[in-house]
């Protein structure tokens, strides 16, 4: 795969062109962001893959719904089955599936009982989520790279392993690399939040790397972290602790862009994993898929089945065909270090 990067190198070089040479139309308002009449805060990446955004959404909604904001959650709806404008929610119940919306806003929706709409075009979908739901601030669901609506505060995510990574990947931009542009674009952030998931990374070692990052400088970087809040059954909704299933024979199924921190997290609880069955990411999930699920699971003679609560969205869809199956999903929230830095820039 490193050999692959070095090959495609020079299609990287014209993509990082490509970019540098919109970012310039922006930053000189050649190209001009709209200005809406809501506050708005966009949760972006700069690394392609699970960083963490939805959890942080989560965590934003959260946050404002707890001092009586009312908060909307506006996303692209990738992979979704459906085109244009679509009201995921008014605030009050989910209006469409989750194939027609997308498994994250969906998550974010359910979780949260939050307004929440799809559009692919940013800024005609703010307009029509004010005239739907009149919300107090709109979140931008990964917006980084979507500079056509204008924002009063963006939050960039990076995750941890990618900056202790020596993977010489993580620098180049796609298609060689896992840059979605590149990483001196950083700057733009108001906001980094450095996210451990649950790997078991150093710290000390990890900021030492953030100081050796000069595009870094001066920007309020925080840490964040993954905890199992618990394990919840897919037929009853009920709820268990992680200690109840320490030595389980389990299969874990992820459809997750970075499986191995949702694995690490069942390995250093001492969950014993029979078998893992990893599918691409944001999958939508088929009756043969189930059916390879349920095949592994008798296979390998496993106790039960946990899987991410993003796929179990998708899953729950087929609740009839599981039914046999002691199925579960792992529930997690995002805990940031030094919140009440953060909190401060929300609430101003």
């Known amino acids: 795969m490193k050999i692959l990067a070095y090959i495609l190198w020079p299609l990287s070089m014209i993509y990082s062109l490509i970019m540098n040479i919109r970012n310039f139309m922006f930053d000189k308002e050649i190209f001009k962001a709209t200005k809406i009449d809501k506050k708005v805060i966009s949760i972006g990446n700069i690394h392609v893959g699970g960083t963490g955004k939805t959890p942080a959404v989560i965590y934003l909604v959260e ?121 001196k674009n950083i700057k733009r952030a108001d906001i980094v939040i450095i996210n451990h998931k649950f790997y078991n990374l150093d710290i000390e070692k990890v900021k030492e790397k953030i100081d050796k990052i000069p595009y870094l400088a001066g920007k309020l970087i925080l840490h964040s972290h993954y905890k199992v809040e618990n394990i919840v059954d897919l037929k009853f909704n009920s709820e268990y602790s992680l200690e109840e299933f320490i030595g389980q024979k389990a299969l874990a199924v992820s459809g997750i862009a970075n499986p191995e921190s949702f694995f690490n997290i069942l390995e250093n609880n001492n969950l014993h994993i029979t078998e893992k069955l990893i599918f691409t990411d944001h999958k939508n999930y088929t009756q043969d898929d189930i059916e390879q699920i349920r095949q592994k699971f008798y296979y390998t003679n496993s106790t039960c089945v946990i899987t991410t609560q993003k796929d179990f969205v998708k899953l729950s869809n087929f609740q009839q065909e599981l039914d046999d199956i002691d199925f579960f999903f792992i529930k997690i929230k995002m805990h940031i270090k030094e919140a009440e830095k953060l909190n401060k820039f929300l609430l101003s």
Do not use: M
């Open 63 to 183: 946050y404002f719904q707890k001092f009586n904001f009312k908060p909307a959650v506006l996303s692209r709806g990738y992979k979704r089955k459906s085109k244009g404008y679509v009201l995921v929610s008014d605030g009050f119940c989910i209006t469409k599936d989750v194939e027609k919306v997308g498994d994250e806003i969906y998550l974010t929706a359910k979780e949260t009982n939050c307004a929440a709409a799809v559009c692919e075009k940013r800024v005609i979908g703010a307009k029509k989520l004010i005239e739907d739901t009149n919300p107090d601030v709109i979140i931008l669901d990964d917006a980084f790279q979507h500079r056509w609506i204008k924002r009063d505060l963006d939050i960039v995510l990076i995750d941890a392993n990618t900056l202790v990574s020596n993977d010489i990947r993580n620098k180049l931009v796609l298609p060689a690399g896992y840059l979605r542009e590149s990483f």
